[in-house]
């Protein structure tokens, strides 16, 4: 089993539709990550969050540490939003630095 | 916000020969930096952990004599691929800890071995 769980695992959404991508981790944290990730492999660092709500723009990022919960939320997406988004936690382990990855969505956006 | 930056962002070498890869943070010192790889379709994986003047923490299954890591200064860290092979070519990128849980990822650099 992952310690770190996404979904969905693919999405395709209309231009101007509201998208939730939700990520559910198994283990004590001390942050979680939302990430992007173009075509072409770079990444992009969303958010960090240890815990409440964080808003970027049309980026919005929650995160229930009672439930092991995060979801990151786009409003009125459009295709440049189109990348996979990895959520990775780290954890608070005592045994250092223990980081742990979803294997991202895959969100297409169609104009 | 603070940026880390990764060089050069693509790389084809011959194999046998070894890569160097550059990790810096632009703006800020980090007095960790974390390397990781990613096979295509698949997700990030931690190889090892870089702390400023001492040796780098590999994890479970990462060759530490083909994948060498220094970080000589609280800005640079560098990942070198030696006697790189084919089944090297892959993604590889950084992140370096501002402070406490502050974590900025590099853009990446992407390693084809012929």
């Known amino acids: 089993k992952n310690e770190v769980e996404q979904s969905p695992q693919n999405l395709t959404a209309q231009e101007g539709e509201f998208i939730t991508i939700n990520c559910s981790y198994s283990?004590?944290?001390?942050?979680l990550h939302w990430l992007q990730q173009h075509p072409g492999g770079g990444i992009v660092s969303l958010f960090m969050l240890s815990s409440g709500k964080k808003k970027h723009g049309r980026l919005i990022a929650t995160i229930n540490i009672q439930e092991k919960h995060s979801s990151l939320h786009i409003t009125a997406s459009h295709p440049r939003d189109s990348a996979v988004y990895i959520c990775?936690?780290?954890?608070?382990?005592?045994?250092?630095?223990?980081?742990?990855f979803g294997t991202g969505t895959s969100l297409t956006v169609i104009p | 916000g603070a940026v880390v930056s990764q060089h050069p962002s693509r790389v084809i070498c011959k194999s046998g020969t070894s890569v160097k890869i550059e990790c810096r943070s632009l703006?800020?010192?980090?007095?960790?930096m974390f390397w990781y790889r990613q096979f295509p379709k698949q997700s990030l994986m931690l190889m090892a952990t870089s702390n400023e003047g001492s040796k780098a923490t590999y994890e479970q299954g990462v060759e530490k004599d083909k994948f060498l890591i220094n970080h000589a200064s609280l800005t640079l860290s560098t990942l070198t691929v030696t006697s790189a092979h084919p089944e090297d070519s892959s993604f590889y990128i950084c992140?370096?800890?501002?402070?406490?849980?502050?974590?900025?990822f590099g853009p990446g650099t992407r390693l084809t071995v012929t």
């Open positions: 703006d800020f010192q980090a007095t960790t």
């Open positions: 283990v004590g944290i001390s942050a």
């Open positions: 990775a936690v780290r954890s608070d382990s005592n045994t250092g630095n223990q980081f742990y």
């Open positions: 992140s370096a800890r501002k402070t406490g849980t502050e974590l900025y």
